[in-house]
């Protein structure tokens, strides 16, 4: 099957001299017979980025779970993380395929790459790697202006937060994805970036995981100053509260946040940053009575 669709995807593309070349997240130059008018996306930053660079219009297919911008739910869904419609992929013809690096698995990106269609690698863990991946998006499709425009716009509202909560008291922070098992962030996740600029320093910081499952001993042992998590469906923080010698339960500390944008290392994650230092700031005021 992998071959039929490759001959397919041959007399798709073309065998044209390239007139865009961009360096993706991979170092590979990635070459384009002209800008991008079809694009595959393959993650929901992804996607969001691609609106954000003025691309919107052009992307043909998504992943699921790609919410934002709240165009994008128009977008037919090709896959998600861990499954890929490769026929689909075909038939919607695209220029240019643009994976998640780390979150794509393998075994699909090889499938991918001998359909014959480029493959652009984005990766953005930071804060700071938002602007510079929109204004690639901005340079594969054409649509330059714009993406540099909201890429300064997403610059200079990052610059305004991070100029806030600088030489902030600094807190230590607890973040739980999940109870059971018991998940919280490691460096690699870009809310660790998002709690180092409110002032937060993440507890769990030496873990190069983005997602480690860790122990309540190991959480008790670090006392946590705050205890937050993003999932607001269930009290998935009770059992914290009965453990009252923890410095986050003594200030009560230990809340909520509906912030879905959080996790998500695109341009609209800065609404829910801006979010969670304002709670961290509450925190940080009942810390200090």
């Not at 993650?43 to 919107?56: E, S, V, Y």
């Not at 100029?163 to 739980?176: D, M, P, S, T």
């Not at 998590?229 to 809340?255: I, M």
Request: charged content about 20%.
């Amino acid at each position: 099957m992998i071959r039929r669709l490759a001959l397919l995807a041959f007399f798709i593309t073309g065998a044209a001299s390239a007139d865009v070349t961009v360096t993706d997240d991979a170092g590979r130059a990635v070459a384009l017979k002209a800008p991008a008018r079809r694009i595959v996306s393959l993650a929901p930053n992804i996607t969001d980025a691609l609106f954000a660079a003025g691309a919107g219009a052009y992307v043909v297919g998504t992943s699921r779970f790609s919410d934002y911008p709240a165009e994008a739910k128009k977008v037919a869904i090709v896959g998600d993380a861990t499954m890929i419609d490769l026929e689909r992929i075909v038939g919607l013809k695209p220029d240019v395929i643009v994976v998640w690096r780390s979150g794509t698995p393998a075994a699909q990106v090889e499938k991918l790459s001998r359909l014959g269609i480029p493959i652009f690698y984005s990766e953005t863990t930071r804060l700071a790697d938002v602007a510079p991946a929109t204004r690639r998006f901005g340079t594969l499709a054409g649509t330059q202006d714009e993406a540099n425009r909201n890429a300064a716009a997403f610059d200079a509202s990052l610059a305004k937060l991070r100029g806030e909560y600088a030489g902030k008291a600094r807190l230590k922070v607890f973040y739980q994805i999940w109870d059971r098992p018991l998940m919280t962030i490691g460096h690699a996740q870009i809310i660790d970036d998002a709690l180092d600029l409110c002032g937060g320093d993440n507890i769990f910081a030496d873990l190069s995981q983005a997602a480690p499952t860790v122990t309540r001993e190991a959480v008790l042992a670090r006392n946590p100053d705050v205890i937050v998590s993003g999932d607001g469906g269930h009290d998935a923080l009770a059992s914290w509260r009965q453990s009252g010698f923890l410095s986050a339960v003594k200030h009560d500390n230990v809340f909520t946040i509906d912030a879905p944008t959080l996790a998500l290392p695109s341009p609209s994650i800065l609404g829910s940053v801006d979010l969670l230092c304002h709670r961290l700031d509450d925190a940080r005021r009942r810390s200090q009575r």
